[in-house]
C-alpha cells in the first residue's frame, strides 16, 4: 500500500510538472506578443502624436510672436478711446 501511494505521488508530481512547464511556455509566448505589441504601438501612436505636439506647440510659438510683433507696431490708444490692442480683444 505504501509503494502504491508513493507511485501515485510522484506520478502526480511529474504531471503536475509537466503541466507547469506548458503554462509556463504559453506564459512566455504570450509575453513575446505582448512585447510586440508595446513595440508597434509605440511606432505607430505615440510617435506620430509626439510629432503633432512638437508641431503644435512651435505653431503657436509663431503665432505668438506674431502677435507680439503686431502689438509692438499698433498705435497707442487715443484719449477717449478705449480700443485694446491686437489679439486682446475679448469677442461678443
Request: hydrophobic share 45%; charged share 20%.
Amino acid at each position: 500500500m505504501a509503494s502504491q501511494l508513493k507511485i501515485d505521488i510522484i506520478a502526480g508530481i511529474d504531471k503536475l510538472s509537466a503541466a507547469l512547464k506548458d503554462v509556463e511556455g504559453k506564459f512566455g509566448a504570450l509575453g513575446d506578443k505582448l512585447k510586440n505589441v508595446g513595440s508597434t504601438l509605440s511606432v505607430a501612436v505615440t510617435a506620430p502624436l509626439v510629432a503633432i505636439g512638437a508641431v503644435a506647440a512651435n505653431e503657436f510659438a509663431t503665432v505668438e510672436k506674431g502677435l507680439r510683433e503686431i502689438n509692438s507696431h499698433a498705435l497707442p490708444p487715443l484719449p477717449g478711446n478705449h480700443t485694446k490692442p491686437i489679439g486682446t480683444q475679448k469677442r461678443t
